[in-house]
């Protein structure tokens, strides 16, 4: 049986989980999630836990008991805490500012790259080489975090570039110039 997949979810105070209609969905402070639920896969509530259960071991059903578990226990962090990912741009002149809800990048091309972000991501700085994304569904706010970080990806030789903030660059030496 999956590792993962047999592991209840707790749910914390003000988070509800509702089943409908071959649907999840998930309620909480910061907003709602919802899920179609994979054939194979049930889903049942028992005090104050999630529980996942497969209904036959074919490879398929095990690969979404695991699935379906991490989904669902992204959903709820997602609507109680919430995500968020940052990101540092570097750069000389490189920088980014929020006017109104688009993010405006120059990072060294001839026009400013214009971002606006979709519903339910909030982006923000946090003073001139600092990005914010924060959201409620984990895989919205990675997404945007890429397309961001795509815009100027970080170079080896300079270090010059988008990255995310824990992410270490690999450094190349340059050329010699020696006979």
Do not use: C, W
């Amino acid at each position: 049986m999956s590792r993962i997949g047999r592991k209840p979810i707790a749910l914390p105070k003000g988070a509800t989980v509702s089943l409908k209609d071959n649907g999840i969905f998930v309620k909480g402070p910061k907003g709602e999630l919802s899920m179609q639920l994979v054939e194979g896969i049930t889903v049942a509530l028992e005090e104050g836990q999630v529980v996942i259960s497969r209904a036959d071991d074919e490879k398929q059903t095990r690969a979404f008991h695991g699935l379906v578990r991490a989904l669902l226990a992204n959903m709820v962090a997602g609507v109680t805490t919430g995500f968020e990912k940052k990101l540092e741009i570097v750069g000389v002149g490189y920088r980014a500012q929020m006017q109104g809800k688009k993010l405006i990048l120059n990072l060294g091309y001839s026009n400013p790259v214009e971002y606006e972000a979709p519903n339910g991501i909030e982006l923000s700085t946090d003073g001139p080489n600092k990005v914010s994304v924060k959201g409620i569904d984990k895989q919205s706010v990675g997404q945007v975090a890429a397309i961001i970080r795509g815009f100027r990806p970080p170079e080896p030789y300079l270090g010059k570039g988008v990255k995310y903030a824990n992410e270490f660059i690999i450094r190349k030496a340059g050329k010699t110039g020696a006979k």
